[in-house]
């Protein structure tokens, strides 16, 4: 079992930044890709940003690439999201997850989810 608890969401204005927080327990954190989702109301849950176990290799999606960076620091078993210029269209509630793989659809493992919400 991984449990992730997550923090740092909030309300903030179009154009401004966030960064989310995640913190793993349990099983050996670093041998899981981590990852990030998000579902806007009324919207199906869709994937944000991953990254490869040792950190090497991130993925995004192509709505948030280049105003989001996914980082770990797997000393601290974190994962971090920095969202920066931050649009509306953001708004979600944003979900830490794990898995052995980079590229699913399917996490093994979610967090609890944090609300952002991008005022224009």
């Known amino acids: 079992q991984v449990q992730l608890v997550v923090s740092g969401g909030g309300l903030v204005q179009a154009g401004g930044s966030l960064r989310l927080s995640c913190a793993a327990s349990?099983?050996?954190?670093?041998?899981?890709?981590l990852g990030w989702f998000r579902q806007a109301p009324g919207k199906e849950r869709e994937f944000v940003a991953a990254i490869s176990w040792r950190g090497g290799v991130t993925y995004y999606a192509d709505s948030v690439k280049g105003r989001f960076t996914i980082s770990r620091d797997n000393a601290k078993n974190m994962v971090y999201l920095q969202m920066n210029s931050l649009k509306p269209e953001d708004t979600a509630v944003y979900y830490c997850?794990?898995?052995?793989?980079?590229?699913?659809?399917?996490?093994?493992?979610w967090g609890q989810g944090t609300q952002v919400t991008v005022s224009s």
């Open positions: 349990g099983r050996t954190f670093s041998n899981y890709a």
């Open positions: 997850t794990a898995d052995p793989a980079v590229i699913t659809t399917t996490p093994d493992y």
